[in-house]
Nanobody
Framework: QVQLVESGGGLVQAGGSLRLSCTAS????????MGWYRQAPGKQRGTVAT???????NYADSVKGRFTISRDNAKNTVYLQMNSLKPEDTAVYYC?????????WGKGSRVTVSS
């Protein structure tokens, strides 16, 4: 059974930093792309960043230059380092992977950025 567990969210002031972690189980982690998504109140869930099995990364325009996605295959963990946080980054952040055409999501980690 595929499980994704996020951690590392919280409350931070604008300009601050947070690092999210997502640990996966039930999959051969190195073989799969991973992604971070976020959903702000009243808005649809959208892509923040993705990383492939060969560490190719992609970012939403709104976070380029501020956020960094990375993975540690030895720990089955994907990270999202978030710097220069803005109030508009406030959202619930979800970890995602796709296995055999099925999407799997973590339960989410709330990030609140105060102005």
């Amino acid at each position: 059974q595929v499980q994704l567990v996020e951690s590392g969210g919280g409350l931070v002031q604008a300009g601050g930093s947070l690092r999210l972690s997502c640990t996966a189980s039930g999959i051969s982690f190195p073989s799969y792309a991973m992604g971070w998504y976020r959903q702000a109140p009243g808005k649809q869930r959208g892509t923040v960043a993705t990383i492939t099995s060969v560490h190719t990364t992609n970012y939403a325009d709104s976070v380029k230059g501020r956020f960094t996605i990375s993975r540690d295959n030895a720990k089955n963990t994907v990270y999202l380092q978030m710097n220069s946080l803005k109030p508009e980054d406030t959202a619930v952040y979800y970890c995602n992977t796709v296995v055999n055409g099925m999407q799997y999501w973590g339960k989410g980690s709330r990030v609140t950025v105060s102005s």
